[in-house]
């Protein structure tokens, strides 16, 4: 691996919990459980590395149509992680921020959610980013209301917005765009998340559940990462030239 060229900022899409228990006749659940395991690892591994960003699509907003106690278990899981490894993530020095709509989460979870942030808020070794009741759409939606209304405000009906202005009012806010998406569980899709964000991100899918992905595999995603060749539109000699 070149560590000169590591992503700043990975993002995952943690699928295959419920499958990996299938696979064992265990309850979902059990997946669940055995994917927030892995997420301590890979958060560790990627700050040992010297990736800068790691975010993590823990919960949609369309999760929040699972079965009532799929729900709730995942709820349990998060407030118990938020709390558990809140001395883990200082000591790492890694800070907490969030991305969704998170007045949607149970108050429990809410308060130990603040705490953790508030906490870790000055730890600079990464940043983990947990996407929860996230969807990008509706990110974007609530971008172009706020706009909106302000435009109607100042009473400015020619008001034109740029793209960073709009960048800016995102969730994302000052965190750099994703280098790096991965996807577990042999699924080739974005689901609705960053796509905003994503526009020029390197995709890798790989085969592996979730709960199965461990320290090999984020480091065969990056070097396949260092193996592309990222032109953000322009031809291969434009880019040569600026490197
Ligand atoms: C997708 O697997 C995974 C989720 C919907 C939840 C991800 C949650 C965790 C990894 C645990 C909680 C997170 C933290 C940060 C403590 P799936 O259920 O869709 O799997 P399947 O497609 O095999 O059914």
């Given at each position: 691996m070149d560590k000169s060229k590591l992503p700043r900022h990975i993002a995952i899409i943690m699928d295959g919990n419920g499958r990996w228990a299938r696979n064992r006749q265990l309850p979902r659940l059990e997946g669940h459980r055995r994917g927030s395991e892995v997420v301590e690892g890979i958060a560790e591994t990627c700050r040992d590395l010297g990736i800068e960003n790691l975010t993590l699509?823990?919960?949609?907003?369309?999760?929040?149509?699972?079965?009532t106690d799929e729900v709730a278990g995942l709820m349990e899981l998060l407030k118990y992680f938020l709390v558990e490894k809140r001395p883990k993530l200082i000591k790492n020095e890694i800070r907490l921020r969030v991305i969704g709509?998170?007045?949607?989460?149970?108050e429990s979870v809410l308060r130990e959610l603040t705490k953790t942030i508030y906490e870790t808020r000055?730890?600079?070794k990464m940043t983990l980013t947990l996407a929860l009741s996230y969807s990008s759409r509706s990110e974007l939606t609530e971008v172009v209301n706020l706009m909106v209304r302000s435009a109607l405000a100042e009473g400015n009906a020619s008001r034109v917005v740029r793209e960073d202005e709009l960048d800016r009012m995102?969730?994302?806010?000052g965190l750099p765009e994703p280098d790096l998406l991965i996807r577990t569980s042999g699924e080739h899709r974005?689901?609705?998340?960053l796509l905003w964000q994503m526009a020029y991100t390197e995709l890798y899918f790989t085969e592996t559940l979730w709960p199965d992905f461990g320290r090999a595999e984020l480091e065969k995603a990056i070097e396949e990462y260092q193996r592309r060749e990222r032109r953000f539109g322009l031809t291969t000699d434009q880019v040569r030239a600026i490197l």
């Open positions: 699509y823990a919960f949609s907003q369309e999760n929040w149509s699972r079965p709509q998170i007045d949607r989460l149970p000055h730890c600079e995102l969730y994302t806010e974005i689901s609705n998340f």
